[in-house]
T-cell receptor, first 118, second 115 residues
Framework: GAVVSQHPSRVICKSGTSVKIECRSL??????MFWYRQFPKQSLMLMAT?????????EQGVEKDKFLINHASLTLSTLTVTSAHPEDSSFYIC??????????????FGDGTRLSIL | AQSVAQPEDQVNVAEGNPLTVKCTYS??????LFWYVQYPNRGLQFLLK??????LVKGSYGFEAEFNKSQTSFHLKKPSALVSDSALYFC?????????????FGKGTRLSVIA
């Protein structure tokens, strides 16, 4: 149980392109989803927290107009990297917590999206 | 504020030997503690968690971790390492009163098990 599916797994595109990444909870309803960015050989950097039906909360230093997050349903959140540039190249990972999850529950992670901007 | 420290960037161990990956934490109250493993180009997989009760927690793939409140530590252990255990390991913490907030992760420790 508690499977999170992230799509696509890899994207290679030209500079200036907008890229959408989907994160789905397959067997549970995710009230809250988290988006992380991971640089090579580094830890996870939390970008934003999204709650179903409301605006995402972005971490300091993350451009909300650059990284658009939508959490329109209890099973789907999307991250759109707008007008992507080479410096946006990274590994993006989503994570979800179940509906009514208590603080003692683990977060469930997708398999990540490797984004490469040429 | 919550924080996690993983003092070792890299741990090398011979196959069949016991392994330990260290983690210390800091929270204002009582913690919930978690260990995750990440294989190359994959997301994080949950290994185990400490909530309450027995200080020795057993998890997936033969891993276990010991909660030590006085030392504020939650070291990950395995009695006999396998080459397939080679991966990146993350310790994470959440304060019990913080609700459904994101976990705070350490910077990760890369484990290499050598045949």
């Amino acid at each position: 149980g508690a499977v999170v599916s992230q799509h696509p797994s890899r994207v290679i595109c030209k500079s200036g392109t907008s890229v959408k990444i989907e994160c789905r909870s397959l067997d549970f309803q995710a009230t809250t989803m988290f988006w992380y960015r991971q640089f090579p050989k580094q830890s996870l950097m939390l970008m934003a927290t999204s709650n179903e039906g409301s605006k995402a909360t972005y971490e300091q230093g993350v451009e909300k107009d650059k990284f658009l997050i939508n959490h329109a349903s209890l099973t789907l959140s999307t991250l759109t990297v707008t007008s992507a540039h080479p410096e946006d190249s990274s590994f993006y990972i989503c994570s979800a917590s179940g509906q009514g999850a208590d603080s003692n529950q683990p977060q469930h992670f997708g398999d990540g999206t490797r984004l490469s901007i040429l | 504020a919550q924080s996690v420290a993983q003092p070792e960037d890299q741990v090398n161990v011979a196959e069949g030997n016991p392994l330990t990956v260290k983690c210390t934490y800091s929270v204002s109250g009582n913690p919930y503690l978690f260990w995750y493993v990440q294989y190359p180009n994959r997301g994080l997989q949950f290994l185990l968690k400490y909530i309450t009760g027995d200080n020795l927690v057993k998890g997936s793939y033969g891993f276990e971790a010991e909660f030590n409140k006085s030392q504020t530590s939650f070291h990950l252990k395995k009695p006999s390492a396998l080459v397939s255990d080679s991966a990146l390991y993350f310790c994470a913490v959440r304060d019990r009163v913080s609700g459904n907030t994101p976990l705070v992760f350490g910077k990760g420790t890369r484990l290499s098990v050598i045949a």
